[in-house]
């Protein structure tokens, strides 16, 4: 049986390890986000995402990162208030973690091994960068930093649309 992301887990904001199959059946965007990013009033937009496709098995899992110029610098308890306060961010979030190096969790090296960027690459360029995930635990796509989330929303439509898998 192949991998799927209800396979991995990862530490929430609140510091507790959450096993990710508590998503299993739903429609994932994975995204590895920070607060002091160009692309952090994407916040916005993923939330607006979650709350129109959540009744629909949709969920958003924001996994705050410091690799990219230093633009997560705060802990778990600075990134869930920044988060609540200035976008009303209702989606999981999870505690920062690496999403390139040989410290990149488990859940990323998977993710970029299933979906690859530009050329080929497996890197993660830049905060923002954004996995959609089927009911079946699968990534369907890729997603730039620069792909604002209502650009896709119709993938998402789609993916929701599709039946859960028979468990």
């Known amino acids: 049986m192949s991998t799927t ?3 991995f ?8 390890e959450r096993p990710l199959s508590e998503f299993a059946g739903q429609v994932a965007l994975v995204v590895n986000v920070a607060s002091q990013c160009g692309f952090t009033p994407q916040y916005s937009g993923l ?19 410091n690799q990219f110029g230093h633009q997560e610098p705060g802990d778990a308890a600075e990134i869930r208030g920044f988060c609540d306060t200035q ?3 209702t989606f999981p979030m999870f505690d920062k973690i690496d999403v390139n190096g040989a410290d990149a969790h488990p859940l990323y ?5 299933q979906k690859p960027g530009l050329l080929g ?7 923002f960068t954004k996995f959609l995930v089927g009911r079946d635990g ?3 796509k890729r997603y730039a930093p620069t792909d604002a989330p209502a650009s896709f929303k119709s993938d998402v439509e789609a993916a929701c649309a599709q039946p859960a898998a028979s468990v």
């Open 9 to 16: 887990s990862a530490r929430g904001l609140d510091g507790q």
């Open 47 to 65: 939330e607006e995402l979650y709350r129109s496709y959540r009744d629909q098995g949709f969920t958003v899992l924001g996994f705050p990162c």
């Open 5 to 7: 992301l209800f396979d």
């Open 109 to 113: 090296r998977w993710l970029k091994e």
């Open 87 to 89: 976008y009303g961010v």
């Open 121 to 127: 690459t497996e890197a993660i360029k830049w905060n």
């Open 138 to 140: 699968q990534v369907i």
